[in-house]
């Protein structure tokens, strides 16, 4: 079992429940890359509900739901090698495996007789029948791929080594807008 750097996760060390979840993880072997996120989860919980004059053992599920508007509107920090990415907020990996661990450490305070309820329900649809984060699953357009399996289907052309061929329009989203 590895320490804890409790210096990365401050509100966390001092918040007594939060402490003890983050320890009882460690303790049971959770990977301290796992210990690390979930760390930075809470960490990242906490200080929300800080900022908003919230205690954590009395957040509601409107509190939750304001605290993933706010990391959908953050702005994005990103170190100057790193592609460009357009708009704000932090990708929707990192605000799933964040709702995740605060789901976890609400679960935590629930078992414990703390809560009577988690507020980061699991699977709850929101309003219209839409869940509240919706999940983006968009693959990478690459030209090459198209450009082969075009020249394989027209006769078997090949590539050579080292040769690429020039790019050309990206696909249709959806077999409708190919029939168009």
């Known amino acids: 079992m590895a320490p804890i750097p409790w210096g990365k996760f401050p509100t966390v060390a001092e918040h007594q429940l939060a402490r003890q979840r983050l320890q009882f993880m460690a303790n049971i072997g959770r990977a301290s890359n796992t210990i690390d996120a979930y760390g930075r989860a809470v960490q990242d ?14 957040a509601r599920a409107d509190t939750v739901a304001f605290w993933i ?11 100057s090698r790193a592609p460009w990415r357009a708009g704000t907020g932090l990708a929707n990996a990192t605000i799933q495996q964040r709702l995740v661990a605060v789901r976890s450490f609400y679960e935590y305070l629930v078992e414990d007789g703390l809560r009577e309820q988690n507020p980061v329900r699991r699977g709850q649809l929101g309003r219209g029948g839409r869940r509240p984060l919706r999940r983006v699953e968009q693959a990478p357009w690459v030209a090459a791929d198209i450009d082969v399996a075009r020249d394989s289907a027209a006769g078997g052309a090949t590539l050579h080594a080292g040769t690429v061929p020039a790019p050309t329009s990206p696909p249709p989203t959806s077999s409708r807008a190919a029939a168009d």
């Open 69 to 79: 508007k706010s990391m959908l509107d953050r702005p994005i920090r990103r170190p």
């Open 45 to 58: 919980h906490l200080r929300f509900c800080a900022a908003e004059g919230t205690d954590p053992l009395l």
